[in-house]
């Protein structure tokens, strides 16, 4: 099996000034998702495992490089062509394949979003097997249980007035088909998908998913966002040994690096 990692994180954010190289409990963002890594290839030893980061940001470019957890990872610039806020991340993630040996160098590409931080290695250990599981599917992508339900309790404006997202006439949530929310923290993409074009959103190709717990939801879009998931983060990294065991290991690396999370 030949696994190649991918972080994707532009410089700067509308959403959170700067969010890709926020701390969060003293620990750059970067990582948690280089601790998942890291303990991933601990765990799983026959697996070759290539890590690439694709960024125009220098500061993050310096919190990666100033740790040893991940040795030879990959930095591969964002292109400007690629650096607009509507450059839909699948296109960076497929030049990212493409300058670390192209489709057939891996069986499987794994992005890991920064500002995700909250996953544990069995969560990247589902998502990859459900790539092996089913041939047909293109890519897999991390989800939780829906809270809301577009059938039942989401709702839209039209013509002035709020009515259900989808026309449907259940009276109740449990007779409504089962809904999930992508919590923005793992895709797995197969190489050759990958490599072909994709004219569309992801989502409207075969897409499965590998579900996550809903205290997993969050991932960082306002300063609400991070407020919320450093509170789940000091909680559940208590109530779960395995999101501890991420944690500690990104504090190892924090400890042992040379980046000062407070200059």
């Known amino acids: 099996m030949r696994v190649l990692f991918t972080i994707c994180a532009r410089a700067g954010s509308k959403g959170v000034k700067n969010k890709n190289i926020r701390c969060m409990k003293g620990i750059p963002l970067s990582y948690y998702t280089l601790a998942a890594i890291e303990l991933y290839k601990r765990k799983h030893p026959g697996v070759t495992v290539s890590v690439a980061v694709n960024t125009d940001s220098r500061e993050l470019q310096e919190q ?34 493409e300058q670390c040996g192209g489709k057939t160098a891996y069986d499987a590409v794994v992005d890991l979003d920064v500002t995700s931080p909250m996953r544990r290695v069995k969560d990247i250990e589902a998502a990859i097997q459900a790539l092996i599981d089913d041939e047909n599917a293109d890519l897999v992508f991390s989800a939780v249980a829906g809270r809301r339900n577009p059938y039942f309790n989401m ?18 949530r449990q007779q409504a088909p089962r ?24 989502l409207d190709y075969n ?35 395995e999101l501890a065991e991420v944690m500690a290991q990104a504090g190892r690396i924090q400890a042992a690096g040379r980046y000062a999370a407070d200059r």
């Open 155 to 172: 709702v839209e404006e039209r013509n002035g007035y709020f009515r259900k997202v989808c026309a449907a006439a259940y009276t109740a």
């Open 179 to 202: 809904t999930y929310e992508l919590n923005a923290s793992i895709y797995v993409y197969r190489p050759a998908f990958l490599a072909g074009r994709i004219e569309k959103s992801i």
């Open 207 to 241: 897409g499965t998913i590998a579900i996550m717990p809903d205290y997993l939801v969050l991932d960082i879009d306002s300063e609400e966002d991070f407020r919320q998931m450093e509170f789940m983060m000091d909680y559940f990294g208590k109530q779960d040994s």
């Open 64 to 97: 990666i490089q100033s740790q040893d957890a991940v040795r030879d990872i990959l930095f591969v610039p964002r292109k400007e062509s690629l650096a607009g806020d509507e450059t839909a991340k699948v296109d960076v993630i497929r030049d990212c394949m």
